[in-house]
């Protein structure tokens, strides 16, 4: 079956960096898209950053030029980079997995950023 898992999540002081990765067993890696998704308490799950199976990445406003979204195809895994880490950014974040007709998420993984 499908598994996406992520891992890399914890507590952190703004302006720190955490490093998220999603491992993904049961498709066929390559040709999906992937994205990073949150989710804060009451709030909507929102697109944070994503890459086609190309590579081409977009990202939210609020946190371009902060992180990178990345993937290994080799290791069916993605990554995403999160520097200059703010309150706000506080939210379980979400892996997706995406091609026409399918979508697949995985459990989260919760980052605080707090002093």
């Known amino acids: 079956q499908v598994q996406l898992v992520e891992s890399g999540g914890g507590l952190v002081q703004p302006g720190g960096s955490l490093r998220l990765s999603c491992s993904a067993s049961?498709?066929?890696?390559?040709?999906?898209?992937m994205g990073w998704y949150r989710q804060a308490p009451g709030k909507q799950r929102d697109l944070v950053a994503f890459?086609?199976?190309?590579?081409?990445?977009n990202y939210a406003d609020s946190v371009q030029g902060r992180f990178a979204i990345s993937r290994d195809n080799a290791k069916n895994t993605i990554y995403l980079q999160m520097n200059n880490l703010k309150p706000e950014d506080s939210a379980v974040y979400y892996c997706?997995?995406?091609?026409?007709?399918?979508?697949?998420w995985g459990q989260g993984t919760q980052v605080t950023v707090s002093s």
């Open positions: 049961g498709i066929i890696f390559p040709i999906y898209a």
């Open positions: 997706n997995a995406v091609k026409s007709g399918s979508s697949y």
């Open positions: 890459i086609t199976t190309r590579g081409t990445t």
